[in-house]
Structures are given as C-alpha cells and as structure tokens.
C-alpha cells in the first residue's frame, strides 16, 4: 500500500510539473519591448522587486495569463490581474493581439507589470 501511495504522489507530481510548463510554453518566447534579453514570463525570484519591470534582465520574475483588460479615454490601458486594475505602463505594452487568440495576456508579479498584448477589439 505504501509504494502505491508513493507511486501516486510521483505520478501527480509528474502530471503538475507538465502543466506548469504548459500554461507558460505560449509565452516562452516573449521578450520585454524595452528590454529583449528580458522574458515576460519566469518562474525564478527576483533580486530586483523595486526596480521598473521594464529595466529588469532575465532573472525578474513574472506570471503570464490572459487577462481583462480595458483602454480608458486618457488611452491608457488598465489590466486586471485577479485582484485589482493595474495601470499598464506604455514601456510593457507588446503588440495587439500578440497570442493570436483575441484575448489580452498579462505578465505581471506583484502587480508589476513586465508585459501586456491588448487583445483584439470587441464589436
């Protein structure tokens, strides 16, 4: 009964590893637009928490997800980020639509923000 217990938590480890590296493999690619040796999307901790997210290099720390979002009548765009709306800063802002599925992405941590795609206009 033991080794099957243990042969189970393996096997679920196994499975949530695999899911973690799925949920950010879209954003794998995504580089910081005033930063390209940045990535938008990392697991790692950061030794630069009060930096701006758009000067730090390959070891900030952020979480990608698609996100709501919305463009106020100033133009600036404000995004959700599961807890409140987060003003986006012009220096994160990636290309509209940049996952190709219509939706606004957000790679964010501590509610900085190191990226964001607007998605595509709602008619």
Same mark, same amino acid.
């Given at each position: 009964m033991r080794k !099957? $217990? $243990? /042969? @189970? &938590? @393996? @096997? $679920? !480890?196994?499975?949530? #590893?695999?899911? &973690?590296? =799925? /949920?950010?493999?879209?954003? #794998? +690619?995504? *580089? =910081?637009?005033? +930063?390209? =040796?940045? &990535?938008?999307? *990392?697991? =790692?901790? &950061?030794?630069?928490? #009060?930096?701006p997210p758009w000067t730090i290099g390959l070891d900030q720390e952020g979480d990608c997800r698609p996100t709501r979002a919305y463009l106020d009548d100033d133009g600036v765009w404000h995004a959700w980020n599961g807890k409140k709306w987060l003003i986006v800063p012009w220096q994160a802002i990636l290309p509209q639509d940049y996952a190709h599925d219509g939706r606004s992405h957000l790679c964010e941590k501590h509610e900085q923000i190191y990226c964001f795609s607007p998605g595509s206009p709602k008619s």
């Amino acid at each position: 009964m033991r080794k !099957l $217990l $243990l /042969a @189970a &938590s @393996a @096997a $679920l !480890l196994v499975v949530t #590893s695999i899911e &973690s590296v =799925q /949920a950010h493999d879209p954003y #794998s +690619n995504w *580089r =910081q637009p005033f +930063n390209p =040796q940045g &990535s938008c999307c *990392r697991d =790692q901790g &950061s030794e630069h928490k #009060s930096d701006p997210p758009w000067t730090i290099g390959l070891d900030q720390e952020g979480d990608c997800r698609p996100t709501r979002a919305y463009l106020d009548d100033d133009g600036v765009w404000h995004a959700w980020n599961g807890k409140k709306w987060l003003i986006v800063p012009w220096q994160a802002i990636l290309p509209q639509d940049y996952a190709h599925d219509g939706r606004s992405h957000l790679c964010e941590k501590h509610e900085q923000i190191y990226c964001f795609s607007p998605g595509s206009p709602k008619s």
